[in-house]
């Protein structure tokens, strides 16, 4: 599926290229990017039809709306600036015993 967004006089798209077991091939803004799934793990067993459904969300950034996903188009770009981190909070380990 592509979606085209209207900017200025100028069109931007993003558009899924291919999937594969390793990750996703995208197409975005007329640049494609290969988005391993080790970077985004919640995308491995999504269905294909929520996969395909990516969209421009704003001239900056892209989503998939039926997974709740959003990615700025600069972490496509650059990833070593967007490390993956989880960040736990007191109330992950409320009722543990430890």
């Not at 291919?18 to 990017?33: E, K, P, R, T």
């Not at 080790?38 to 995308?43: H, Q």
């Not at 070593?80 to 992950?92: A, F, M, Q, S, T």
């Amino acid at each position: 599926m592509q979606t085209v967004l209207k900017n200025n006089s100028s069109n931007t798209s993003a558009s899924v290229l291919m999937i594969n077991a390793q990750g996703i091939m995208l197409s975005v803004c007329g640049h494609d990017y290969f988005i391993s799934y080790n970077r985004i793990p919640w995308m491995q067993d999504a269905p294909i039809r929520s996969v395909l459904n990516v969209q421009m969300s704003g001239p900056e950034a892209i989503e998939w709306p039926d997974l709740d996903v959003d990615l700025e188009i600069d972490s496509l770009r650059h990833p070593e600036r967007y490390p993956l981190i989880i960040k736990r909070n007191e109330l992950d380990f409320a009722g543990k015993v430890g």
